[in-house]
């Protein structure tokens, strides 16, 4: 054999492998990825309670110290 099918042939055992191995454990893949998926999505959010203002309510330091000091 040449070096180049030697390479050839060389190359073409790791890809059966590779395939046969990733065949095997492919079942375990998706279970975990499966598993890591359905945590990731019932993770519970926490709603913000109604007396405190959300990101969308953000006002300006210097406002709230006008507003601070009018009610004062």
Excluded: Y
Excluded at 35 to 63: E, I, K, M, W
């Amino acid at each position: 054999m040449t070096p180049v099918q030697t390479d050839a042939f060389a190359e073409a055992v790791l890809d059966r492998a590779a395939r046969l191995l990733l065949a095997e454990l492919r079942p375990q893949i998706d279970a975990v990825a499966a598993d890591r998926f359905r945590r990731r999505n019932s993770a519970v959010t926490p709603r913000p309670s109604s007396g405190r203002p959300t990101g969308a309510a953000v006002v300006s330091l210097n406002a709230w110290r006008i507003r601070k000091n009018a009610a004062a």
